[in-house]
């Protein structure tokens, strides 16, 4: 990671719960199409089927003028703090990434492209990345849930 995101900091975190498992942290700023982003990426290496995290810490993450945070495309929505939601990279489900893949590679690089996309659909509502079989954000999955139709995605 150092050599191909020397900007990224690396530190151990070890939370302060008992059998709560440590996790290794790269904080720093990438690219998405226009600015730069402060990012959290987080990954519990010891847990086996452990997946990294990537959070936006400046600027926060927010939605579209009169939307909500169940609005934003590909987002691992929190519910109590949507503004601390990560960002979905990838589907684990298809084994588009495993512990075997280096993080530089991988993640921080798909954080950047989504991002890019992030901008976009800012301007213009359009999620222009490639997108996983089903909804594309929350608000899509909880109208399925409730009977609704697949209206076309954007």
């Given at each position: 990671m150092a050599h191909r995101w020397p900007s990224l900091k690396m530190r151990v975190y070890r939370p302060m719960i008992i059998d709560a498992t440590p996790s290794i942290?790269?904080?720093?700023?990438?690219?998405?199409?226009?600015?730069?982003?402060?990012?959290?990426?987080?990954?519990?290496?010891?847990?086996?089927?452990?997946?990294p995290y990537v959070f936006l810490l400046d600027p926060a993450l927010k939605p579209r003028d009169g939307e909500d945070y169940i609005d934003i495309p590909h987002l691992i929505l929190d519910g109590e703090t949507p503004e601390n939601s990560a960002l979905c990279l990838f589907d684990p489900d298809e084994g588009q990434w495993d512990n075997t893949m280096w993080i530089s590679d991988t993640i921080i690089p798909w954080a950047s492209?989504?991002?890019?996309?992030?901008?976009?659909?800012?301007?213009?509502?359009?999620?222009?990345?490639?997108?996983?079989?089903?909804?594309?954000?929350?608000?899509?999955?909880?109208?399925?849930?409730?009977?609704?139709?697949?209206?076309?995605?954007?």
């Open positions: 942290q790269w904080i720093g700023p990438i690219r998405g199409f226009q600015r730069e982003y402060r990012i959290l990426a987080q990954w519990s290496w010891l847990e086996v089927a452990a997946v492209e989504w991002l890019h996309h992030y901008e976009f659909w800012h301007v213009d509502g359009v999620w222009r990345g490639a997108n996983a079989p089903g909804p594309i954000n929350i608000r899509e999955m909880r109208r399925l849930a409730e009977g609704g139709q697949d209206g076309q995605r954007s």
